[in-house]
Structure formats: C-alpha cells, structure tokens
T-cell receptor, first 115, second 116 residues
Framework: EAQVTQNPRYLITVTGKKLTVTCSQN?????MSWYRQDPGLGLRQIYY???????DKGDVPEGYKVSRKEKRNFPLILESPSPNQTSLYFC??????????????FGPGTRLTVT | KQEVTQIPAALSVPEGENLVLNCSFT??????LQWFRQDPGKGLTSLLL?????REQTSGRLNASLDKSSGRSTLYIAASQPGDSATYLC???????????????FGQGTILTVHP
C-alpha cells in the first residue's frame, strides 16, 4: 500500500531534550516536506527536500533540522525543543517531473507536546 | 505574501443538502490547487487536484472548480451525508521558482457538520 508513515504518532517531552520524528514513504517520491499545524495559523511548511542530500527552508524553519540521506526517509530533528514547538506535525511527499501535476500525500501526523 | 482564505469557517447542514465551500487566493499565478479532507485527530486525505490549465475536477459527489482570473476555487458536495462531516482544506501551489515545486499554502479550513 502506497503510504507516508510517521513515528511516533504522539510524543510528550521536556524542554531541551533532543528528539527526532521519522518520516518514510514507499512511493519513490523525490519531493518530501514537513508542515506544522496550529490552531488559527493553519498548516505551515517547515522544511522541504527535492531529492537526496537536497534540503531547503520553508516558512517556519527556526528550531528544526532535517536530513535526506535516503530517498524514502526525511526525519525532522528538534535539537532543543521549546514549548512553542508544541504542535501537530505532518510529513508529505510527491513525485517531481511533470511540473506540479501531482498531488501531495500526507502522513497521519505526529502530535508533539513540549513541557 | 500569498494568502489563501476559506469561507465559511464553519458550516452545518442537514443530510441530503447540496453545499459549496469557497477558497480564495491572492495570487493568480497558481500552479495547482488541492482540496483535502481532515478528520479530527487524523491526517490529510487528498480529495481533488486541479491543475492551472483545468477549470474543474470531479470525483463521485465532489466537484471542484478553479477560476484563476478571480482567484477562487469552490468545492461542491452533492447530497451531503453525515460521513462527510470533517474539516475541508484547500491548498495552492503558488508562486514561481524552485520553491513552487511542492510548497502548498493552506487555507484555514471549513469545518463541515452534516446532521441526520
């Protein structure tokens, strides 16, 4: 089954404790992206990657890191989480090629709480 | 800065009613527009994708239209059912250059409730 998976689905942590949220897709998509969803602010892009070893900042990258060592995986790293990073996080992927003709597929979300 | 707005923010209708959800965007240089459904506590399910060269797309009881000149898209749901209750989000791939290859700009969503 074609899908985007995220782990963990729920995470409660404390300020300053490094964490990683994993994202994996089995559709051989080149493009992967992370979004966060907050009440009243909607979904905003954090980082994106157009292929292996190619990453770039989205609209709200502060406090986050990403890596793309393999095509299928795109982990989101919070080196020193803070309470303002409490949010619902989504990973997404899509193929490149015919420009923007393809829809994006989203993972199930990771609900992160930083105390 | 590109903005996507959805009206209404919430909508409650009786079962069987036809309804329209609205989405507007500020930049007519849109590449595509995608409608999603989000159930409480769940991820996003893609409903329809309209490319900039298209005017509408249909899937079952859903029909989405795109009017670039007016900066609007609508999602029409025919014969609504309680199972249609969810938040509906529109998102546009806007702008130019490399970042347009995937970045979606989302509206705030419309919370739809269909009551029996």
């Amino acid at each position: 089954e074609a899908q985007v998976t995220q782990n963990p689905r729920y995470l409660i942590t404390v300020t300053g404790k490094k964490l990683t949220v994993t994202c994996s897709q089995n559709m051989n998509h080149e493009y992967m992206s992370w979004y966060r969803q907050d009440p009243g602010l909607g979904l905003r892009q954090i980082y994106y990657s157009m292929n292996v070893e190619v990453t770039d900042k989205g609209d709200v990258p502060e406090g986050y890191k990403v890596s793309r060592k393999e095509k299928r995986n795109f982990p989101l790293i919070l080196e020193s989480p803070s309470p303002n990073q409490t949010s619902l996080y989504f990973c997404a992927s899509r193929p490149l090629g015919r420009e923007l003709a393809y829809e994006q597929y989203f993972g199930p979300g990771t609900r992160l709480t930083v105390t | 800065k590109q903005e996507v707005t959805q009206i209404p923010a919430a909508l409650s209708v009786p079962e069987g009613e036809n309804l329209v959800l609205n989405c507007s965007f500020t930049d007519s240089a849109i590449y595509n527009l995608q409608w999603f459904r989000q159930d409480p506590g769940k991820g996003l399910t893609s409903l329809l994708l309209i490319q900039s060269s298209q005017r509408e797309q249909t899937s079952g009881r859903l029909n989405a239209s795109l009017d670039k000149s007016s900066g609007r898209s609508t999602l029409y749901i025919a014969a609504s059912q309680p199972g249609d209750s969810a938040t509906y989000l529109c998102a546009g791939a806007l702008g130019a250059g490399g970042t347009s290859y995937g970045k979606l700009t989302f509206g705030q969503g419309t919370i739809l409730t269909v009551h029996p």
